[in-house]
Protein backbone atom coordinates (compact mmCIF):
# COMPACT_ATOMS: atom_id res chain seq x y z
CA UNK A 1 0.00 0.00 0.00
CA UNK A 2 1.20 3.53 -0.94
CA UNK A 3 1.19 6.20 1.68
CA UNK A 4 -0.05 8.88 -0.83
CA UNK A 5 -3.41 10.92 0.34
CA UNK A 6 -6.78 8.91 -0.73
CA UNK A 7 -9.92 10.66 -1.03
CA UNK A 8 -12.70 9.48 -3.22
CA UNK A 9 -14.89 12.37 -4.75
CA UNK A 10 -18.68 11.69 -4.67
CA UNK A 11 -19.60 12.76 -8.66
CA UNK A 12 -21.73 10.51 -10.39
CA UNK A 13 -19.59 7.99 -12.54
CA UNK A 14 -20.38 4.97 -15.17
CA UNK A 15 -17.52 2.52 -13.63
CA UNK A 16 -19.81 0.86 -12.00
CA UNK A 17 -18.35 -0.45 -8.70
CA UNK A 18 -22.07 -1.44 -7.32
CA UNK A 19 -22.93 -3.95 -9.75
CA UNK A 20 -25.74 -1.57 -10.84
CA UNK A 21 -25.33 -2.21 -14.41
CA UNK A 22 -27.85 -5.34 -14.79
CA UNK A 23 -30.71 -2.67 -13.18
CA UNK A 24 -29.78 -0.17 -15.22
CA UNK A 25 -30.20 -2.76 -18.19
CA UNK A 26 -33.56 -3.41 -17.23
CA UNK A 27 -34.70 0.03 -17.20
CA UNK A 28 -33.20 0.62 -20.88
CA UNK A 29 -35.01 -1.78 -22.43
CA UNK A 30 -38.06 -1.07 -20.26
CA UNK A 31 -37.46 2.88 -21.34
CA UNK A 32 -37.85 1.25 -25.34
CA UNK A 33 -40.47 -1.12 -24.49
CA UNK A 34 -43.24 -0.81 -27.00
CA UNK A 35 -45.85 -2.10 -24.73
CA UNK A 36 -44.79 1.31 -21.97
CA UNK A 37 -45.19 3.92 -24.01
CA UNK A 38 -45.38 6.46 -22.22
CA UNK A 39 -43.40 5.54 -19.37
CA UNK A 40 -42.22 7.22 -16.15
CA UNK A 41 -39.36 5.05 -13.82
CA UNK A 42 -39.03 6.17 -10.44
CA UNK A 43 -35.39 5.07 -9.88
CA UNK A 44 -35.55 4.60 -6.23
CA UNK A 45 -32.49 4.10 -3.36
CA UNK A 46 -31.90 5.67 -0.45
CA UNK A 47 -29.45 8.42 0.16
CA UNK A 48 -26.21 8.20 -1.28
CA UNK A 49 -27.46 4.75 -3.24
CA UNK A 50 -25.95 5.67 -6.44
CA UNK A 51 -29.09 7.50 -8.30
CA UNK A 52 -27.03 9.80 -9.89
CA UNK A 53 -24.44 7.47 -11.17
CA UNK A 54 -27.73 5.02 -12.63
CA UNK A 55 -28.84 7.87 -14.98
CA UNK A 56 -25.14 8.70 -15.95
CA UNK A 57 -25.15 5.13 -17.27
CA UNK A 58 -28.44 4.90 -18.48
CA UNK A 59 -27.44 7.80 -20.97
CA UNK A 60 -24.66 6.28 -21.64
CA UNK A 61 -25.95 3.10 -22.62
CA UNK A 62 -28.24 5.49 -25.60
CA UNK A 63 -25.19 7.32 -26.78
CA UNK A 64 -24.89 5.16 -29.88
CA UNK A 65 -28.26 5.14 -30.32
CA UNK A 66 -29.30 8.53 -32.61
CA UNK A 67 -32.93 7.22 -32.28
CA UNK A 68 -33.30 8.28 -29.12
CA UNK A 69 -32.29 11.59 -27.67
CA UNK A 70 -31.20 11.83 -24.00
CA UNK A 71 -32.73 15.35 -21.83
CA UNK A 72 -31.09 15.93 -18.60
CA UNK A 73 -33.76 17.99 -16.30
CA UNK A 74 -32.79 18.66 -12.57
CA UNK A 75 -35.37 20.68 -11.33
CA UNK A 76 -33.83 21.32 -7.98
CA UNK A 77 -31.46 24.53 -9.96
CA UNK A 78 -35.15 26.11 -10.82
CA UNK A 79 -36.70 25.30 -7.84
CA UNK A 80 -36.93 29.46 -6.72
CA UNK A 81 -38.63 30.38 -10.50
CA UNK A 82 -41.96 31.80 -10.58
CA UNK A 83 -43.47 28.71 -12.06
CA UNK A 84 -41.40 25.45 -12.20
CA UNK A 85 -43.81 23.33 -13.73
CA UNK A 86 -43.12 26.19 -16.90
CA UNK A 87 -39.87 26.47 -15.93
CA UNK A 88 -39.43 22.41 -16.50
CA UNK A 89 -41.07 22.52 -19.94
CA UNK A 90 -39.42 25.23 -21.06
CA UNK A 91 -36.09 23.80 -20.32
CA UNK A 92 -37.14 20.60 -22.23
CA UNK A 93 -38.22 22.25 -25.07
CA UNK A 94 -35.23 24.34 -25.25
CA UNK A 95 -32.78 21.11 -24.99
CA UNK A 96 -34.69 19.47 -27.84
CA UNK A 97 -34.71 22.54 -30.02
CA UNK A 98 -30.95 22.57 -29.25
CA UNK A 99 -29.80 18.65 -29.80
CA UNK A 100 -32.14 18.00 -32.76
CA UNK A 101 -32.70 21.53 -34.67
CA UNK A 102 -33.76 19.90 -38.13
CA UNK A 103 -37.09 17.84 -36.22
CA UNK A 104 -37.62 20.71 -33.41
CA UNK A 105 -36.55 24.38 -34.32
CA UNK A 106 -39.97 25.32 -35.93
CA UNK A 107 -42.24 23.60 -33.48
CA UNK A 108 -40.48 24.32 -30.34
CA UNK A 109 -41.13 27.92 -31.23
CA UNK A 110 -44.41 27.77 -31.19
CA UNK A 111 -44.74 26.05 -28.34
CA UNK A 112 -41.96 27.88 -26.03
CA UNK A 113 -45.08 30.77 -27.08
CA UNK A 114 -47.53 29.83 -24.61
CA UNK A 115 -45.17 29.78 -21.72
CA UNK A 116 -44.55 33.36 -20.30
CA UNK A 117 -41.37 34.74 -21.34
CA UNK A 118 -40.47 35.64 -17.39
CA UNK A 119 -41.35 31.96 -16.40
CA UNK A 120 -38.77 30.23 -18.81
CA UNK A 121 -36.29 33.28 -19.59
CA UNK A 122 -33.53 32.56 -17.26
CA UNK A 123 -33.41 29.10 -18.34
CA UNK A 124 -33.63 29.86 -22.04
CA UNK A 125 -30.90 32.05 -21.19
CA UNK A 126 -28.44 29.30 -20.40
CA UNK A 127 -29.76 27.48 -23.44
CA UNK A 128 -27.92 26.65 -26.89
CA UNK A 129 -29.90 28.57 -28.36
CA UNK A 130 -28.73 31.69 -27.23
CA UNK A 131 -24.64 31.59 -28.56
CA UNK A 132 -26.41 32.19 -32.07
CA UNK A 133 -29.20 34.60 -31.77
CA UNK A 134 -29.33 38.32 -30.42
CA UNK A 135 -31.35 37.55 -26.83
CA UNK A 136 -33.57 40.84 -28.12
CA UNK A 137 -34.51 38.67 -30.90
CA UNK A 138 -35.14 35.81 -28.57
CA UNK A 139 -37.49 37.93 -26.05
CA UNK A 140 -39.64 38.56 -29.75
CA UNK A 141 -39.41 35.68 -31.09
CA UNK A 142 -41.09 34.18 -27.73
CA UNK A 143 -43.21 36.82 -27.25
CA UNK A 144 -46.79 35.63 -28.54
CA UNK A 145 -49.13 37.68 -30.98
CA UNK A 146 -52.60 37.53 -29.57
CA UNK A 147 -53.89 37.29 -32.81
CA UNK A 148 -51.94 34.72 -34.16
CA UNK A 149 -50.66 32.62 -31.32
CA UNK A 150 -52.27 31.12 -28.25
CA UNK A 151 -51.46 32.83 -24.98
CA UNK A 152 -51.55 30.06 -22.47
CA UNK A 153 -51.16 26.24 -22.12
CA UNK A 154 -54.73 25.27 -23.18
CA UNK A 155 -53.97 22.41 -26.04
CA UNK A 156 -50.28 22.67 -25.32
CA UNK A 157 -50.43 18.84 -24.63
CA UNK A 158 -52.23 18.20 -28.33
CA UNK A 159 -49.26 20.07 -30.06
CA UNK A 160 -46.36 18.71 -27.81
CA UNK A 161 -48.05 15.08 -28.87
CA UNK A 162 -47.90 16.67 -32.64
CA UNK A 163 -44.34 17.57 -32.38
CA UNK A 164 -42.89 14.67 -31.09
CA UNK A 165 -44.92 11.89 -33.14
CA UNK A 166 -43.93 13.93 -36.57
CA UNK A 167 -40.06 13.68 -35.37
CA UNK A 168 -39.52 10.74 -37.73
CA UNK A 169 -36.37 9.88 -37.04
CA UNK A 170 -36.61 9.52 -33.26
CA UNK A 171 -37.74 6.46 -32.09
CA UNK A 172 -38.07 7.71 -28.08
CA UNK A 173 -36.62 11.05 -25.79
CA UNK A 174 -35.81 10.32 -22.71
CA UNK A 175 -36.10 12.53 -19.73
CA UNK A 176 -33.27 11.66 -16.78
CA UNK A 177 -35.10 14.01 -13.46
CA UNK A 178 -32.53 14.06 -10.76
CA UNK A 179 -32.03 15.82 -7.50
CA UNK A 180 -35.86 15.66 -7.26
CA UNK A 181 -35.57 14.44 -3.54
CA UNK A 182 -33.55 17.87 -2.97
CA UNK A 183 -36.81 20.29 -3.92
CA UNK A 184 -39.43 21.09 -2.09
CA UNK A 185 -42.87 19.51 -2.13
CA UNK A 186 -44.57 22.42 -4.08
CA UNK A 187 -41.37 21.79 -6.49
CA UNK A 188 -41.84 18.01 -6.49
CA UNK A 189 -45.41 17.83 -7.55
CA UNK A 190 -45.22 20.77 -9.95
CA UNK A 191 -42.64 18.77 -11.65
CA UNK A 192 -44.82 15.68 -11.71
CA UNK A 193 -47.56 18.01 -13.00
CA UNK A 194 -45.59 18.58 -16.17
CA UNK A 195 -44.42 15.37 -16.81
CA UNK A 196 -47.89 13.75 -16.38
CA UNK A 197 -50.19 16.59 -17.49
CA UNK A 198 -48.34 18.07 -20.31
CA UNK A 199 -45.49 15.77 -21.67
CA UNK A 200 -46.67 12.35 -21.27
CA UNK A 201 -47.72 11.74 -24.88
CA UNK A 202 -46.17 8.27 -26.83
CA UNK A 203 -42.35 7.99 -27.85
CA UNK A 204 -42.07 10.16 -23.93
CA UNK A 205 -40.77 8.38 -21.46
CA UNK A 206 -39.03 9.74 -18.11
CA UNK A 207 -36.78 8.61 -15.48
CA UNK A 208 -36.98 9.93 -11.72
CA UNK A 209 -34.26 9.91 -9.54
CA UNK A 210 -35.79 9.38 -6.04
CA UNK A 211 -37.46 7.82 -3.43
CA UNK A 212 -40.56 6.91 -3.78
CA UNK A 213 -41.63 7.40 -0.46
CA UNK A 214 -40.03 10.93 -0.43
CA UNK A 215 -42.43 11.80 -3.41
CA UNK A 216 -45.04 10.27 -1.69
CA UNK A 217 -44.63 12.49 0.95
CA UNK A 218 -43.40 15.61 -0.51
CA UNK A 219 -47.69 15.20 -2.36
CA UNK A 220 -49.40 14.69 0.74
CA UNK A 221 -47.60 17.82 2.26
CA UNK A 222 -48.62 19.77 -1.00
CA UNK A 223 -51.82 21.91 -1.01
CA UNK A 224 -53.33 19.92 -3.09
CA UNK A 225 -53.20 16.75 -1.00
CA UNK A 226 -54.00 18.55 2.34
CA UNK A 227 -51.59 15.64 3.69
CA UNK A 228 -53.79 12.69 2.95
CA UNK A 229 -51.41 9.93 2.33
CA UNK A 230 -54.27 8.00 0.48
CA UNK A 231 -54.40 10.96 -1.97
CA UNK A 232 -50.38 10.93 -2.66
CA UNK A 233 -50.58 6.82 -3.37
CA UNK A 234 -53.26 7.72 -6.06
CA UNK A 235 -51.64 10.44 -7.37
CA UNK A 236 -48.25 8.60 -7.34
CA UNK A 237 -49.88 5.53 -9.00
CA UNK A 238 -51.13 7.73 -12.17
CA UNK A 239 -47.30 8.98 -12.55
CA UNK A 240 -45.50 6.57 -11.45
CA UNK A 241 -45.73 2.47 -14.68
CA UNK A 242 -42.11 1.37 -13.02
CA UNK A 243 -40.92 1.68 -9.67
CA UNK A 244 -37.56 -0.32 -9.74
CA UNK A 245 -34.82 -0.10 -6.69
CA UNK A 246 -31.30 -0.18 -6.81
CA UNK A 247 -29.67 -3.26 -4.89
CA UNK A 248 -28.99 -2.46 -1.26
CA UNK A 249 -25.56 -3.19 0.40
CA UNK A 250 -24.64 -5.82 2.60
CA UNK A 251 -21.91 -6.29 4.84
CA UNK A 252 -20.60 -8.36 2.23
CA UNK A 253 -20.81 -5.99 -1.39
CA UNK A 254 -19.50 -3.44 0.97
CA UNK A 255 -16.56 -5.44 1.23
CA UNK A 256 -16.39 -5.83 -2.21
CA UNK A 257 -17.08 -2.55 -2.81
CA UNK A 258 -14.66 -0.77 -0.56
CA UNK A 259 -11.46 -3.04 -1.98
CA UNK A 260 -12.47 -1.97 -5.15
CA UNK A 261 -12.31 1.59 -3.78
CA UNK A 262 -9.04 1.02 -1.86
CA UNK A 263 -7.37 -0.30 -5.01
CA UNK A 264 -8.70 2.63 -7.63
CA UNK A 265 -6.52 4.54 -5.12
CA UNK A 266 -3.39 2.23 -5.37
CA UNK A 267 -4.04 2.30 -9.24
CA UNK A 268 -3.92 6.05 -9.56
CA UNK A 269 -0.85 5.96 -7.16
CA UNK A 270 0.63 3.86 -9.34
CA UNK A 271 -0.56 5.03 -12.47
CA UNK A 272 -1.53 1.47 -13.14
CA UNK A 273 -5.38 2.65 -14.18
CA UNK A 274 -6.02 0.42 -17.02
CA UNK A 275 -4.99 -2.59 -14.27
CA UNK A 276 -7.88 -1.30 -12.11
CA UNK A 277 -10.45 -1.18 -15.02
CA UNK A 278 -9.69 -4.88 -15.96
CA UNK A 279 -10.00 -5.57 -12.29
CA UNK A 280 -13.72 -3.67 -12.69
CA UNK A 281 -14.41 -5.84 -15.87
CA UNK A 282 -13.34 -9.37 -13.70
CA UNK A 283 -15.72 -8.59 -10.91
CA UNK A 284 -18.33 -7.68 -13.36
CA UNK A 285 -17.69 -10.70 -15.42
CA UNK A 286 -18.25 -13.14 -11.95
CA UNK A 287 -21.28 -11.21 -10.45
CA UNK A 288 -23.15 -11.93 -13.80
CA UNK A 289 -22.11 -15.96 -13.81
CA UNK A 290 -22.67 -15.71 -9.86
CA UNK A 291 -19.14 -16.89 -8.72
CA UNK A 292 -19.04 -15.83 -4.93
CA UNK A 293 -16.67 -14.23 -3.50
CA UNK A 294 -16.03 -11.34 -6.13
CA UNK A 295 -12.99 -10.63 -4.83
CA UNK A 296 -10.96 -14.07 -4.57
CA UNK A 297 -6.91 -15.78 -3.82
CA UNK A 298 -6.63 -16.58 -7.28
CA UNK A 299 -7.42 -17.03 -11.00
CA UNK A 300 -7.17 -13.32 -12.30
CA UNK A 301 -6.64 -12.28 -15.55
CA UNK A 302 -2.90 -11.26 -16.24
CA UNK A 303 -3.85 -7.93 -16.97
CA UNK A 304 -5.89 -7.14 -13.97
CA UNK A 305 -4.98 -6.02 -10.70
CA UNK A 306 -4.85 -8.08 -7.70
CA UNK A 307 -6.00 -6.73 -4.53
CA UNK A 308 -3.70 -7.54 -1.64
CA UNK A 309 -3.82 -8.65 1.84
CA UNK A 310 -4.16 -4.94 3.04
CA UNK A 311 -6.27 -3.72 1.25
CA UNK A 312 -8.75 -6.89 1.61
CA UNK A 313 -7.96 -6.73 5.33
CA UNK A 314 -8.88 -3.06 5.77
CA UNK A 315 -12.18 -4.15 3.31
CA UNK A 316 -13.43 -6.54 5.55
CA UNK A 317 -12.62 -4.32 8.76
CA UNK A 318 -14.79 -1.07 7.58
CA UNK A 319 -17.61 -3.74 5.82
CA UNK A 320 -18.30 -5.42 9.21
CA UNK A 321 -17.18 -2.72 11.16
CA UNK A 322 -19.22 0.74 10.31
CA UNK A 323 -22.95 0.42 11.44
CA UNK A 324 -25.52 -0.68 9.41
CA UNK A 325 -27.03 3.10 8.53
CA UNK A 326 -23.49 4.04 7.52
CA UNK A 327 -22.56 0.58 5.31
CA UNK A 328 -25.87 0.28 3.55
CA UNK A 329 -25.10 3.66 1.69
CA UNK A 330 -22.00 4.32 -1.15
CA UNK A 331 -21.81 7.79 -0.29
CA UNK A 332 -21.64 7.10 3.30
CA UNK A 333 -18.98 4.91 3.28
CA UNK A 334 -16.91 7.39 0.92
CA UNK A 335 -17.07 10.19 3.91
CA UNK A 336 -15.76 7.73 6.05
CA UNK A 337 -13.32 6.65 4.06
CA UNK A 338 -12.47 10.37 3.18
CA UNK A 339 -12.32 11.82 7.05
CA UNK A 340 -9.52 8.53 7.43
CA UNK A 341 -7.50 9.66 4.68
CA UNK A 342 -7.74 13.31 5.82
CA UNK A 343 -6.31 11.81 8.69
CA UNK A 344 -3.46 9.94 7.36
CA UNK A 345 -2.61 12.80 4.84
CA UNK A 346 -1.63 14.91 7.94
CA UNK A 347 0.05 11.90 9.81
CA UNK A 348 2.66 11.72 6.86
CA UNK A 349 2.43 15.67 6.43
CA UNK A 350 3.18 15.71 10.49
CA UNK A 351 5.52 12.58 9.91
CA UNK A 352 4.11 10.33 12.07
CA UNK A 353 4.35 6.56 10.78
CA UNK A 354 1.45 4.89 11.00
CA UNK A 355 0.75 1.62 9.37
CA UNK A 356 -2.55 2.31 7.18
CA UNK A 357 -4.37 -0.86 7.86
CA UNK A 358 -3.68 -0.15 11.90
CA UNK A 359 -4.38 3.64 11.10
CA UNK A 360 -7.54 2.81 10.11
CA UNK A 361 -8.44 0.24 12.42
CA UNK A 362 -8.02 2.81 15.36
CA UNK A 363 -9.89 5.47 13.32
CA UNK A 364 -12.79 3.09 13.38
CA UNK A 365 -13.00 2.51 16.72
CA UNK A 366 -12.56 6.15 17.90
CA UNK A 367 -15.70 6.60 15.60
CA UNK A 368 -17.58 3.72 15.88
CA UNK A 369 -16.85 3.30 19.36
CA UNK A 370 -15.90 6.31 20.72
CA UNK A 371 -16.14 5.21 25.06
CA UNK A 372 -14.29 2.06 23.97
CA UNK A 373 -11.70 4.36 22.68
CA UNK A 374 -11.63 6.66 25.59
CA UNK A 375 -11.29 3.35 27.73
CA UNK A 376 -8.25 2.09 25.87
CA UNK A 377 -6.70 5.90 26.26
CA UNK A 378 -7.52 5.72 30.02
CA UNK A 379 -5.40 2.44 30.63
CA UNK A 380 -2.13 3.05 32.50
CA UNK A 381 0.86 3.38 29.52
CA UNK A 382 2.37 0.56 31.44
CA UNK A 383 -0.80 -1.91 31.38
CA UNK A 384 -2.00 -1.10 27.87
CA UNK A 385 -0.28 -3.96 26.28
CA UNK A 386 -1.99 -6.51 28.34
CA UNK A 387 -5.27 -4.68 28.21
CA UNK A 388 -5.04 -5.00 24.47
CA UNK A 389 -3.68 -8.30 24.12
CA UNK A 390 -6.57 -9.59 26.86
CA UNK A 391 -9.03 -7.63 24.48
CA UNK A 392 -7.84 -9.21 21.27
CA UNK A 393 -7.55 -12.84 22.71
CA UNK A 394 -11.42 -12.57 23.87
CA UNK A 395 -12.18 -11.06 20.20
CA UNK A 396 -10.38 -13.72 18.52
CA UNK A 397 -13.10 -16.04 21.39
CA UNK A 398 -9.24 -17.57 22.42
CA UNK A 399 -9.84 -20.89 25.50
CA UNK A 400 -10.53 -18.89 28.55
CA UNK A 401 -10.16 -15.63 27.38
CA UNK A 402 -12.15 -12.74 28.84
CA UNK A 403 -13.67 -9.54 27.90
CA UNK A 404 -11.60 -6.55 30.11
CA UNK A 405 -14.64 -4.59 32.13
CA UNK A 406 -13.86 -1.37 30.28
CA UNK A 407 -14.99 -2.14 26.77
CA UNK A 408 -18.34 -3.10 25.15
CA UNK A 409 -19.17 -6.45 24.03
CA UNK A 410 -20.25 -4.64 20.57
CA UNK A 411 -16.32 -4.37 20.04
CA UNK A 412 -15.47 -8.08 20.02
CA UNK A 413 -15.39 -8.37 15.86
CA UNK A 414 -12.95 -5.36 15.88
CA UNK A 415 -10.80 -6.93 18.67
CA UNK A 416 -10.47 -9.73 17.19
CA UNK A 417 -9.72 -8.63 13.26
CA UNK A 418 -6.29 -8.22 12.17
CA UNK A 419 -4.03 -6.25 12.46
CA UNK A 420 -2.81 -6.52 16.01
CA UNK A 421 -2.95 -3.85 18.13
CA UNK A 422 -1.07 -5.43 20.83
CA UNK A 423 1.89 -5.78 18.59
CA UNK A 424 2.20 -2.45 17.80
CA UNK A 425 1.05 -0.07 20.89
CA UNK A 426 4.28 2.45 19.73
CA UNK A 427 1.72 3.26 16.60
CA UNK A 428 -0.91 3.62 19.07
CA UNK A 429 0.35 5.90 21.14
CA UNK A 430 0.90 7.94 17.67
CA UNK A 431 -2.13 7.34 16.75
CA UNK A 432 -3.50 9.11 20.22
CA UNK A 433 -1.61 12.16 20.11
CA UNK A 434 -2.71 12.72 16.61
CA UNK A 435 -6.44 12.35 17.42
CA UNK A 436 -6.12 14.87 20.40
CA UNK A 437 -5.83 17.46 17.47
CA UNK A 438 -9.52 16.56 16.37
CA UNK A 439 -11.45 15.94 19.05
CA UNK A 440 -12.56 16.88 22.47
CA UNK A 441 -10.63 14.61 23.85
CA UNK A 442 -7.09 13.26 24.44
CA UNK A 443 -4.63 10.79 26.64
CA UNK A 444 -4.76 11.31 29.99
CA UNK A 445 -7.66 13.11 30.39
CA UNK A 446 -11.39 13.14 30.25
CA UNK A 447 -14.46 12.56 32.05
CA UNK A 448 -14.33 10.90 35.42
CA UNK A 449 -16.70 7.21 35.53
CA UNK A 450 -19.74 8.91 36.70
CA UNK A 451 -19.31 11.80 33.95
CA UNK A 452 -19.23 9.03 31.36
CA UNK A 453 -21.96 7.16 32.92
CA UNK A 454 -24.02 9.97 32.68
CA UNK A 455 -23.27 10.51 29.53
CA UNK A 456 -24.46 7.06 28.19
CA UNK A 457 -27.33 7.64 29.80
CA UNK A 458 -28.31 10.66 27.78
CA UNK A 459 -28.26 8.30 24.99
CA UNK A 460 -30.86 5.74 26.15
CA UNK A 461 -33.56 4.53 24.25
CA UNK A 462 -35.58 4.88 28.06
CA UNK A 463 -37.17 8.51 27.91
CA UNK A 464 -36.90 8.43 31.70
CA UNK A 465 -33.30 7.12 31.86
CA UNK A 466 -32.39 10.67 29.53
CA UNK A 467 -35.07 12.89 31.52
CA UNK A 468 -32.94 11.83 34.60
CA UNK A 469 -29.33 11.98 33.28
CA UNK A 470 -30.16 15.70 31.62
CA UNK A 471 -31.50 16.70 35.53
CA UNK A 472 -27.70 14.95 36.65
CA UNK A 473 -25.93 17.48 33.83
CA UNK A 474 -27.74 20.24 35.10
CA UNK A 475 -25.75 20.05 38.59
CA UNK A 476 -22.65 19.36 37.61
CA UNK A 477 -20.35 22.41 37.28
CA UNK A 478 -20.81 24.55 34.14
CA UNK A 479 -17.46 23.53 32.53
CA UNK A 480 -18.18 19.94 33.04
CA UNK A 481 -21.81 20.03 31.80
CA UNK A 482 -19.91 22.02 28.46
CA UNK A 483 -17.55 19.04 28.11
CA UNK A 484 -20.54 16.80 28.38
CA UNK A 485 -22.66 18.22 26.08
CA UNK A 486 -19.75 18.28 23.10
CA UNK A 487 -18.96 14.67 23.97
CA UNK A 488 -22.62 14.03 23.02
CA UNK A 489 -22.42 15.95 19.98
CA UNK A 490 -19.24 14.72 18.76
CA UNK A 491 -20.60 10.69 18.98
CA UNK A 492 -23.55 11.65 16.33
CA UNK A 493 -21.81 10.43 13.50
CA UNK A 494 -21.23 7.30 15.08
CA UNK A 495 -24.08 6.25 16.63
CA UNK A 496 -27.46 4.68 14.99
CA UNK A 497 -30.13 6.45 16.56
CA UNK A 498 -28.88 10.11 16.63
CA UNK A 499 -32.26 11.80 18.11
CA UNK A 500 -31.95 10.58 21.39
CA UNK A 501 -29.12 12.60 21.53
CA UNK A 502 -30.48 15.81 20.29
CA UNK A 503 -33.45 15.64 22.25
CA UNK A 504 -30.76 15.59 25.43
CA UNK A 505 -29.03 18.03 24.42
CA UNK A 506 -31.55 20.33 23.75
CA UNK A 507 -33.71 19.37 27.17
CA UNK A 508 -30.07 20.89 28.62
CA UNK A 509 -29.73 23.76 26.64
CA UNK A 510 -33.13 24.44 28.28
CA UNK A 511 -31.92 24.40 31.81
CA UNK A 512 -28.77 26.54 30.45
CA UNK A 513 -29.36 29.35 28.25
CA UNK A 514 -25.78 29.77 27.91
CA UNK A 515 -25.30 26.39 26.12
CA UNK A 516 -27.24 27.74 22.97
CA UNK A 517 -24.46 29.19 20.79
CA UNK A 518 -22.86 26.62 21.67
CA UNK A 519 -25.25 23.64 20.47
CA UNK A 520 -26.45 25.53 17.26
CA UNK A 521 -22.44 25.53 16.88
CA UNK A 522 -22.13 21.57 17.63
CA UNK A 523 -24.83 20.69 15.75
CA UNK A 524 -24.04 22.14 12.42
CA UNK A 525 -20.30 20.45 13.09
CA UNK A 526 -21.71 16.91 14.25
CA UNK A 527 -25.02 16.37 13.41
CA UNK A 528 -26.41 18.39 10.39
CA UNK A 529 -26.16 15.77 8.00
CA UNK A 530 -28.38 13.41 10.29
CA UNK A 531 -31.47 15.57 11.78
CA UNK A 532 -34.77 14.11 11.35
CA UNK A 533 -37.92 15.82 11.36
CA UNK A 534 -38.93 14.53 14.73
CA UNK A 535 -35.26 16.59 15.93
CA UNK A 536 -36.44 19.77 14.11
CA UNK A 537 -39.57 20.08 17.05
CA UNK A 538 -36.92 19.07 19.94
CA UNK A 539 -34.76 21.85 18.47
CA UNK A 540 -37.09 24.70 17.77
CA UNK A 541 -38.78 24.56 21.44
CA UNK A 542 -35.28 26.45 22.50
CA UNK A 543 -35.68 29.96 22.46
CA UNK A 544 -33.12 32.32 20.96
CA UNK A 545 -31.90 34.14 17.72
CA UNK A 546 -29.11 31.56 17.29
CA UNK A 547 -32.04 28.92 17.26
CA UNK A 548 -34.02 30.96 14.17
CA UNK A 549 -30.95 31.48 12.69
CA UNK A 550 -29.83 27.79 12.97
CA UNK A 551 -33.29 26.56 11.60
CA UNK A 552 -33.20 28.75 8.22
CA UNK A 553 -29.82 27.51 7.75
CA UNK A 554 -31.58 24.01 8.27
CA UNK A 555 -34.44 24.99 5.64
CA UNK A 556 -31.80 25.99 3.04
CA UNK A 557 -29.35 23.34 3.31
CA UNK A 558 -29.62 20.87 0.70
CA UNK A 559 -27.75 17.85 2.27
CA UNK A 560 -30.77 16.98 4.26
CA UNK A 561 -34.25 15.90 3.31
CA UNK A 562 -36.74 17.80 1.90
CA UNK A 563 -38.86 16.38 4.73
CA UNK A 564 -36.19 18.25 7.38
CA UNK A 565 -35.98 21.58 5.43
CA UNK A 566 -39.95 21.80 4.91
CA UNK A 567 -40.78 21.30 8.84
CA UNK A 568 -36.97 23.57 9.90
CA UNK A 569 -39.04 26.20 7.37
CA UNK A 570 -42.22 25.70 9.30
CA UNK A 571 -40.70 26.13 12.73
CA UNK A 572 -39.23 29.25 11.51
CA UNK A 573 -42.54 30.55 10.59
CA UNK A 574 -43.71 30.03 13.16
CA UNK A 575 -41.38 31.63 15.50
CA UNK A 576 -40.97 34.73 14.12
CA UNK A 577 -44.39 35.37 12.55
CA UNK A 578 -43.56 34.69 8.83
CA UNK A 579 -46.63 32.29 8.30
CA UNK A 580 -49.06 34.71 9.60
Known amino acids: MTNSMRLWDDNPTVTDLLGIDTVVDAVAAALLARDLDPVTVALQSPWGGGKSSALDMLAERFEANDRVLVVRVDPWEFEDSDDVRATLIGHLLTELRAQRPASFTEKVGDLLTRIAWKRVGATIAKSAITMSANPLDIIKAFTPDAKEQPTNMAGFRDEFD ?48 AEEDMIRWAIAQDIHAGGRSEFADRYLEKIVQLPVSLPRLTPETTEDFVTLLLCQKHCEATDTQPAFEELVAHVAERRRKREYPLIHDDDYPEAAHRPDAADRRMANLVARGL ?64 FVSAWEAWGREEEAAEKPDQ ?7 WAGSEPSIAAAMDQFDRYVNLAASFTSFSAGSGLTDAELSILAELTHQSDGTRIGAVAHVLDVEPTVRRTIVERLFSRLVTIDNPSDSIESACRITLGDSSLVADVCGWLRRYGLTRIEVIDVFEIAQVPGAEVDKLLHDIANDQQVTSGVRAAAQEKLDERTGAGA
Open 162 to 209: KMIDAAKDIDKVVVLVDDLDRCKPASVVASLEAIKVFLAVPKMAFVLA
Open 323 to 386: SGDQWSSPRAIKRFLNAWGVREAIANAREVTIKPDLSLKLYLLEQRFPEDFEALQQVDPNDRTM
Open 407 to 413: VSETTRF
